[in-house]
């Protein structure tokens, strides 16, 4: 059986809810950052379900002794946000995973031919193989980003199969390409919308994620993927 990149679009009514607010463009940053947050917090969640290792152990209530379950902490746990826009859902993010390291990676996107490069780089020269990765990217939309990015971390001996996307909006340029090169990569996202236009653009999507999280309004967008 050929294996198939997953995509999850979590039916939860907080994340509906949230991403209401994200996309109206009347939303203040304040109040878009804090969609971002939320956001961040519930898709992190859904995409930690049955992922993360865990010991079974026990402990000594007040009363008794009884099973317990935690988080294996031997194996690492990474989060990397996709610079600029992806620290808008970073507080969410390690709100559900506190116990994680954080690499940054910066990427920008030339307007005219949409071809990506990258301005930092903080990833280690390589990682531990059982490493879980997070990566943090609200917007996928014609995918140039998020394959570079895949391409640095398998380099680095990382497993797809291990690593988790957490995405506000995703667009099926993205899907294909990460689909056809990553089958065993997840996708952790809020919607789907149909299309990406001329510009590299999600349509209807919910702008530049990094502009409206910053309020740099007065900035070309340089930063959607």
Not at 129 to 134: A, G
């Amino acid at each position: 059986m050929t294996a198939q990149l997953r995509i999850y679009v979590p039916p939860h009514p907080l994340i509906k809810q949230w991403l209401g607010v994200a996309r109206d463009q009347r939303t203040p940053s304040v109040l878009f950052r804090t969609a971002m947050t939320e956001l961040g917090r519930w898709l992190t969640y859904e995409a930690a379900r049955d992922w993360l290792p865990t010991l079974e152990t026990t402990v000594q209530t007040p009363l008794t002794e009884c099973a317990a379950t935690f988080v294996d902490s031997e194996v690492p746990l990474v989060v990397i946000p996709i610079l600029r826009a992806g620290l808008a859902l970073m507080e969410g993010i390690q709100s559900v995973v506190p116990v994680s390291s954080v690499y940054h990676l910066g990427m920008v996107r030339n307007e005219e031919t949409l071809a990506v490069s990258c301005y930092l780089n903080q990833l280690p020269t390589q990682f531990d193989p059982q490493t879980r990765v997070i990566i943090s990217e609200p917007m996928l939309a014609t995918g140039g980003t998020m394959m570079a990015v895949m391409e640095e971390l398998t380099q680095r001996h990382l497993d797809p199969a291990l690593i988790r996307i957490i995405s506000v909006v995703a667009a099926p340029p993205a899907l294909q390409k990460l689909s056809q090169a990553y089958p065993s990569l997840q996708v952790y996202t809020a919607i789907i919308d149909p299309e990406v236009n001329e510009h590299g653009f999600i349509v209807p999507g919910l702008g530049d994620a990094g502009d409206r999280t910053f309020g740099t309004f007065d900035r070309l967008p340089t930063e959607s993927k």
